[in-house]
Every structure is written in C-alpha cells, then in structure tokens.
C-alpha cells in the first residue's frame, strides 16, 4: 500500500488540564479528499493546528510526507508550509490588499517570478474559480461564498500537495455551498492534491469526500467512507451522522 | 504561600513584558535586508502614518509656536528683553518641545493605528494566514511600520518646528510688533546645530523608534477580540507617552 502523505499516531493533546484529543490516529491517503468531522468544540481545528504545525502535540506524532512537523525548526517548518495550502474558516483575505495581490502574495513571497507571470498565474487562478473579473476589488466588497472562492484560488497557488479546508461551507447558501464544495472536488483532483476539511456539514461531506473520520468526546470514534458511516450501528456516529438529538453525545458542553 | 507567589509574578511581568519586546525588537530587526519588498512596503507605511499626520502636526505645531511667543514676550517684557523671544522659542521648541509634542501626537495618531490595524489582522485570522503561506508576519507586517515610525517622527518633527517658528514670527512680528531682523539674527546665531538641532532629531528618531515598537508589540499580541484591540490600542498611547517623557529625561541629562 502507498505511504500515506499525512499520518498521525497516537497523539494527545491537552490544554491546562483539559484534554482536547486523546491517543487519535490518522492515515490520510494521497490525492483523496478526507473530511475530519464531530460535533462543535471536539478539536477538528485543533487537528489542522496540529498538521500544519502551529500546535505541538504532548505525545504522539504528525508525519507530512515522513517528516514529524513537531520536530521541524522554525526554517523547516515554514519550507514544509509551502507545500501545504490552507483556507481559513471566514477566508482570511488581507483587508488592506486588493483579490489580485491577495493571490499574488505567496508567489512575490516565494518566488522569483516576473510580474508578467505573477499576473498569468493569479488570472488564471481566478479563472478556475470564476472570479477572472474580480481582480481589483477590495476583500471587503466581496461576498461571503467569493471571499471563500478567492481564499480557495490563493491557497492553491503555490500548487502545494496538500490543502487543509477549516469549515469551508459555514455561514455560505447552499447554491454558494455547493459551489465551493465542486470547487475543491475540481482544484482536487485537476492538481492531484490531498485536500483535508475539518467540518460538522454530513450533507455536503458525504458528496464531496471519499474518507471521513469522525471525532467525539476527544476521540476518534469512527472512520470509514461517508455512505458506510451513515448507516453505522455505533450509537453516536449514527446520532451524528444523521442529526439525531437524543444519543450518547451531549448538547451540553462538558464540565472543565 | 501561593498569594506570594502570584504577587510576585505581578510584580516580575512588566520586566518579563520589558524582556518579550527587547527579544520582539531583534526579531524585527534581523530581517532588515536591502530588498526591494521591504524598501516598498516602507515607504507605504510611511505615507499612511507619516504623511497622514502632517496636518495635525502643522496645526499644532503654528499653535505652539503662538503660544510659546506669547507667553515668551509676557516674561521678557518684565525684564526688558522681549527682543530674546526668538531664541527662547527656538532653543523650547528644538531641544525639547518640537521631539516631545510630536512624539506625543504620533503617539495618539499614528500609535493608536497602528497597534489597531495589527490587532485587527489578529482577530480577522490574517496574522495566521500569512504564517501558514510560510511568510514571517513579524518581517511582513511588524518591520516596515516599525522603520516608517523611525523616519516619520523626525521629518514631522522638522515639519512641526518650522510650523512652530512660523507662528511665533507671525505672533511676535506681525501681533506685537518685534523687529523681524531682530527675531531672525537672534534665532539664527542662538540656536546650535550640533547640541540644539542635531539633539532634538536624535531625540525624535528614538522616539519614534519607542513608539513604533510599543504598538506593533501591542498590536501584534493583542487578545484576538474586539475588547483585545481596544486593550492594545490604550496601552500603546499610554505606555509610549510615558516612555516618551522618560527617555526624554534620560537622553537630555547626556545631551546639555
């Protein structure tokens, strides 16, 4: 079997004495679309924290590509972080940059490319996501599903091997949901990424993905492809997986 | 026993706070390289905080000048030598009142914005976003405000001295009828370039250093949240207004 491009093992993590992620293990295959999914404050993010290295976990370990990010020094870390795209959950477009330099960052940061080339690649970029004709206008005349699809094209521009999505469908329409979610199908598979998105949306992840883990109560309770989760006999992945409110995962917010 | 012990840990956070931005500051500048990005995004900085002040600065500065003469030619008339008043008003405003008053003003006008604006990028997860694109904020975001505050404050020094001066002739001259040959030969033969001039800019550019590295330290570690920006906003003014002062004690007992 292939080396899995992203494999965590046994890790903990804990804040103050709360424990956040206990013993969870992950392999995420190359060039799939893998969907981290559980019920609000379970850690999801914490996991894409832990992946691209702003977090260190307290024991276990997060291989990229056989390398433990948590080992990396600072120059490494930021080497490795331009092989990994990330789409923060409202976007994250520099408010002072217009869409065109907001695409245009990680490529004068990074390379040596003319403006010429800058300008071919972020235009094309922006044509793969539909806004080729938004380039000069501001993050802030944007709309919430456009903020996200720019997001989207700036994190792909470095062509990196994996993009991590945090909530890329919240607070969007569903005609802006599935758009973005077609989106990161297309970029997906035209780049060969592997794309990771940390979601509570079962709906849109059981068309979209082709793996799901699915977190609770600090612990990967399940994994398996999203039509096999979805008729699981395990109580609270059938709870989650299908809404159900009554079932072993509480509404209620455990005591710190 | 743990009530001491969190005393003096109140007590050691300012110098541990004091050591945080000492280490913030090499960090800053260790990434000063002679590079076209960096020269850019400088002289950005330095129209938006410099340039955007000069208006206060002119006004307040004609307005001192005023006053400063006013109450200038008040005393000296008592002692027959009203015709000093433009070596009084030039030696006030060149060691002191010209580095001290614009530094406050930049303080409240620029400071204040800058440690917002860097806040702002926190709680909108853009500080994050350029870490995960691999870019140093510290050197992308911190570094070209810091050296803009460096060469702002004693071009508006300059820029509120003239003003100063320019209102003190108007007043002395024009209002009260002083000789202007009088005003400017004692003006021009009083004032030092060395100890009188050259002492007011040194004094400016580390004001302008001090105030400039409170607010991106502020800014940049200010609590993601709407009261975490206004916290950082407060402290800037009022921390960089009172080491202002300080550092002016300071550096005039080594500069008379």
């Known amino acids: 079997m292939q080396d899995p491009i992203i494999r965590i093992s046994n890790l903990v993590y804990r804040r103050g004495t709360n424990i956040i992620l206990d013993d969870v293990s992950m392999d995420i295959k190359r060039g799939s679309i893998v969907a981290i999914m559980g019920p609000s404050g379970v850690g999801k993010t914490t996991i894409l924290r832990l992946i691209s290295g702003q977090l260190h976990p307290n024991h276990g370990s997060v291989e990229i590509n056989g ?7 600072h120059h490494e870390l930021y080497r490795c972080r331009e092989d990994i795209g990330v789409l923060l959950q409202n976007g994250a477009l520099f408010t002072d940059l217009t869409v065109f330099e907001n695409i245009a960052t990680p490529l004068r940061e990074h390379t040596d490319l003319s403006e010429e080339e800058i300008k071919d690649r972020v235009m094309a970029k922006l044509e793969s996501v539909g806004l080729a004709n938004t380039s000069d206008l501001m993050p802030h005349s944007l709309s919430g599903g456009m903020a996200r699809r720019v997001a989207l094209a700036r994190a792909v521009i470095m062509n990196p091997k994996i993009v991590l999505f945090d909530e890329p469908m919240t607070g969007l329409d569903p005609i802006a949901m599935s ?3 077609r989106l990161i199908k297309k970029t997906n598979d035209n780049l060969g990424l592997t794309s990771v998105i940390v979601t509570h949306n079962v709906v849109q992840m059981t068309k979209l993905v082709d793996y799901c883990f699915v977190l609770a109560g600090s612990k990967l309770i399940a994994e398996g492809s999203p039509q096999a989760l979805m ?7 059938d709870q989650f997986m299908n809404g159900r409110v009554e079932g072993p995962l509480s509404f209620n917010s455990p005591k710190p | 026993m743990p009530k001491d012990r969190s005393k003096r840990r109140n007590l050691l956070r300012p110098i541990a706070e004091a050591g945080h ?11 000063i390289r002679l590079e076209r990005g960096l020269l850019i995004s400088t002289l950005q900085q330095t129209y ?14 004609f307005f001192v000048g005023m006053v400063l003469s006013l109450q200038s030619i008040n005393a000296l008339q008592q002692f027959g030598a009203s015709d000093q008043v433009s070596l009084l008003v030039g030696k006030s405003l060149f060691r002191e009142l010209g580095p001290v008053l614009t530094a406050l003003l930049f303080a409240g006008r620029a400071g204040t914005s800058i440690a917002a604006e860097i806040g702002l990028m926190k709680a909108t997860s853009q ?10 904020p510290v050197q992308r975001i911190a570094l070209p405000r810091f050296l803009a505050g460096v060469i702002s404050v004693p071009l508006l020094t300059a820029l509120f001295n003239a003003f100063a001066i320019m209102g003190a002739v108007i007043f002395s001259v024009g209002v009260m009828g002083l000789d202007p040959g009088v005003f400017w030969s004692k003006l ?12 007011g800019v040194w004094k400016s550019v580390v004001f302008g250093g001090i105030i400039s590295l409170i607010a991106v330290f502020f ?6 949240t709407g009261e975490g920006v206004g916290t950082a906003t407060t402290q800037t003014v009022v921390l960089s207004s009172v080491l202002v002062l300080i550092f002016d004690f300071i550096m005039t007992s080594f500069l008379i």
């Open chain 2, 127 to 136: 500080i994050e976003a350029m870490q995960l694109m691999a870019i140093d």
């Open chain 1, 67 to 73: 390398q433990h990010i948590s080992k990396l020094s």
């Open chain 2, 21 to 31: 931005c000492g280490v913030f500051l090499i960090r800053m500048l260790a990434g």
């Open chain 1, 231 to 237: 008729h699981s006999s395990e109580p609270a992945v």
């Open chain 2, 219 to 224: 800014g940049y570690y200010a609590k993601p």
């Open chain 2, 188 to 199: 021009q033969t009083g004032i030092l370039f060395g100890k009188d001039f050259m002492g």
């Open chain 2, 48 to 61: 938006m905080i410099g340039a955007r002040s000069l208006v206060i600065i002119m006004i307040c500065g």
């Open chain 1, 179 to 181: 758009t973005v979610a």
